[in-house]
């Protein structure tokens, strides 16, 4: 959408934000907004005010917490009554930051809400739908193949592969037992799985909360104010006074 006014306007399109300064106010400060969605990749939003930086980001370990707390209150985790939850874990890159946050919370949520976790394959996918779909059926396959219980995948792509190689196996299509399957980014494709009951959650950003962030502190300078101005409200990065976290939200068709 587009957001206007006194000749400074916000465009945002669903994977691109930029902040175009055409107030001489703003211009003044040196206000800059720019930064590429790359969602698998994780995403960063930067403001410059002269020489202070601040730095917009979707929660990471927000997204992480909701997804596992989506998994807890589900009726029965633990499916073979042992009294932990075994999952596979597939991993976009281990050397990403945002996939370390995203695999580490994912558990970490679940353990916080009291379930003891058993990890029984945690792999590299690369964000790819068919390594995805490749390490699941390689799990399946496995002697322990029957004990799995949910599958976390960094992304939506890697869910959708565990999705398809499940579905082989007879798991996640009408009439047959379905496995919790979690991933990040809020595909269309994953949000359509999620409405035929085929996958259990995804979490997405909040572009519309992004937005609004970055239009109130615009706006702040904008009015002549303070640029963090009416900003209590926000969730701050520990230590940290210019860095806000946006939290994720979660989709899980309800």
């Given amino acids: 959408g587009r957001l206007q006014g006194r000749k400074a306007f916000l465009c945002v399109t669903f994977r691109y934000f930029c902040f175009c300064c055409r107030n001489s106010r703003i211009q003044r400060h040196q206000i ?50 042992d009294g932990k939850v075994s999952y596979v874990m597939l991993v976009g890159d281990p050397d990403n930051v945002d996939a370390k946050y995203r695999t580490e919370f994912s558990i970490k ?4 809400a009291g379930y003891t976790m058993e990890k ?24 322990r193949g029957k004990d799995i219980e949910v599958v976390f995948c960094n992304n939506d792509g890697m869910a959708e592969g565990a999705i398809l190689a499940l579905q082989n196996a007879g798991y996640n299509k009408e009439g047959a037992s379905v496995i919790p399957v979690f991933g990040i980014d809020g ?4 949000k359509a799985l999620i409405e035929q009951g085929l996958m259990s959650g995804t979490v997405e950003h ?5 937005a609004n962030c970055i239009a109130h502190l615009a706006g702040n300078v904008n009015a002549g104010g303070n640029l963090m101005d009416e900003t209590e409200d926000y969730n701050f990065a520990e230590g940290f006074t210019n860095k806000i976290f946006i939290p994720y939200v979660a989709y899980t068709g309800e």
Avoid: C
Wanted: aromatic share 4%; charged share 15%.
């Fill in 187 to 190: 595909t269309d494709t994953a």
């Fill in 32 to 81: 800059i907004i720019t930064g590429t969605f790359q969602i698998a990749n994780g995403s960063v939003v930067t403001v410059a005010v002269q020489m202070n930086a601040v730095h917009i980001y979707g929660s990471r370990i927000a997204v992480i917490k909701i997804k596992g707390n989506i998994l807890h209150g589900k009726p029965g985790p633990s499916i073979n009554g």
């Fill in 109 to 112: 949520a679940m353990e916080d």
């Fill in 120 to 143: 029984l394959v945690e792999q590299r996918g690369d964000w790819d739908q068919a390594k995805g779909q490749e390490i699941v059926a390689n799990a399946l396959a496995s002697g």
């Fill in 206 to 210: 909040d572009a519309e909360g992004l």
